[in-house]
């Protein structure tokens, strides 16, 4: 349903560039093989490769590393690669550029750190969009461009991340159908002709329990804060066991399965949980257990029923102060908000509220309350049923 509203001034344009289901790590891709396109493209790209994580990457699992965590289509990180910089038809590569390679200046130097930093600012500005909290853009000439309120999350994303490295002209073809757009359909073809399903409108959450042994007691350590990446959407939320001291110590307790399903992928210190049961988690419910010790450790393939255990709790995979694991739930590639209040993260009954700043908040079931806190105190106890 359209309702008319009243006229705006630097009302931002009504043309939408790509379908979200072409910019988050799901359904789309399962006609993709993305080893494959790499190596029919003549630029110089396909022949890449970076060190990510103390492991060596070619260009296809450079591309592979930041989509999967990131949770965005690589169609969508590949096409910005070639409208920036043309690497994917360009045999030449010219180092010289590459310290600003997807238009950031005195940040990242790397063509990886790039690509990392353009992940994150993408997804902010999808996020963002998607929650209601950005209905607007600063530009770079100082005009404040407000967004036309019946654009889709992926469209917004792409302006957000146009308008921080051009203006003027440059910024008004990205946006526009001969920019990011074109290059994108040459690429893949037109995305508005493919399944443009992502969250369905009678989505609900499975019942989920919480992540530890019934008649333990956890600390609540972490209130929404990102699920990768330092930016939006803030879908993740962090539990501690009972450790002896603070900072990153071995724990013989288990992260638990919230639900049923088989483990899709795991990675440094990373278990992927596929609830709807066929291992590939661009589809359905997947969970994200970040921080497990690789000792331990559920494998690949492994089915696993509500209650069991996951891996110990522990500080590999991404920066972490102390031991802890990270919980965080995506639908067909999208990430969902912990905190959102049309299908919050309910464990137990249990509702995350965020706080005025990532990792604090609070968990509330009826009249209890227990608040987010790093160190563990006792407001931040929480027992298992």
């Known amino acids: 349903m359209k309702m008319p509203i009243y ?29 494959v396109f790499l190596d029919s493209t003549d630029g110089w790209f396909k022949n890449f490769g970076a060190t990510i994580q103390e ?18 289509n690589p169609k969508l990180l590949l096409a910005l690669v070639e409208y920036q910089t043309g690497a994917l038809s360009n045999p030449q590569r010219d180092r010289t550029k590459e310290a ?25 500005g999808f996020y963002r969009y998607f929650n209601g909290e950005l209905t607007s853009l600063a530009l770079e000439d100082g005009t404040i461009e407000n967004i036309d309120p019946w654009q889709n ?39 508005w002709l493919r399944n443009l ?12 329990i919480l992540p530890f042994q019934a008649g333990t007691t956890w600390s609540y350590t972490g209130g929404p804060h990102t699920g990768w990446g330092s930016r939006k959407p803030w879908a993740a939320i962090d539990f501690a066991p009972p450790l002896p001291t603070q900072g990153c110590v071995e724990t013989e307790q288990y992260a638990l399965a919230i ?32 921080h497990v010790a690789e000792e331990g450790r559920v494998k690949v393939g492994d089915r696993l029923k509500q209650g069991d255990k996951v891996g110990r709790p522990s500080c590999e995979g991404g920066n972490a102060t102390g031991t802890h694991i990270h ?10 908000p912990a905190a959102w209040n049309v299908l919050p993260f309910n464990l137990e009954g249990w509702i995350p509220v965020e706080g005025l700043a990532a990792y604090q908040g609070e968990l509330v079931r009826g009249t209890q309350v227990v608040r987010a806190s790093t160190v563990s105190d006792s407001a931040s106890m929480i027992p298992a049923d």
């Open 153 to 191: 999350s992926a469209t917004i994303a792409l302006h957000y991340y146009f308008s921080q490295v051009y203006q003027g002209e440059a910024y008004k073809k990205a946006i526009g159908p001969d920019g990011f757009a074109k290059t994108f359909k040459e690429l893949f073809g037109d995305p």
């Open 327 to 336: 919980l965080a739930r995506k639908y067909n590639g999208q990430w969902i």
């Open 259 to 290: 639900a049923d399903g088989v483990v899709a992928r795991i990675d440094v210190g990373t278990v992927m949980l596929d609830l709807d049961g066929d291992g590939d988690e661009r589809t359905g419910w997947v969970i994200l257990y970040l």
């Open 197 to 208: 399903t992502v969250l369905p409108g009678s989505l609900s959450q499975p019942r989920f």
């Open 55 to 72: 492991k060596y990457r070619d260009s296809t699992e450079v591309i592979k590393y930041y989509s999967i965590n990131y949770s965005l």
């Open 100 to 124: 600003t390679f997807l238009g950031f200046e005195n940040y990242n130097s790397t063509v990886e750190l790039q690509i990392s930093y353009a992940s994150d600012l993408l997804n902010d």
């Open 7 to 35: 006229y705006t001034p630097f009302w931002g344009p009504s043309y939408q560039i790509i379908p979200d289901a072409a910019f988050v790590y799901g359904p789309d891709l399962q006609d993709f093989d993305l080893r």
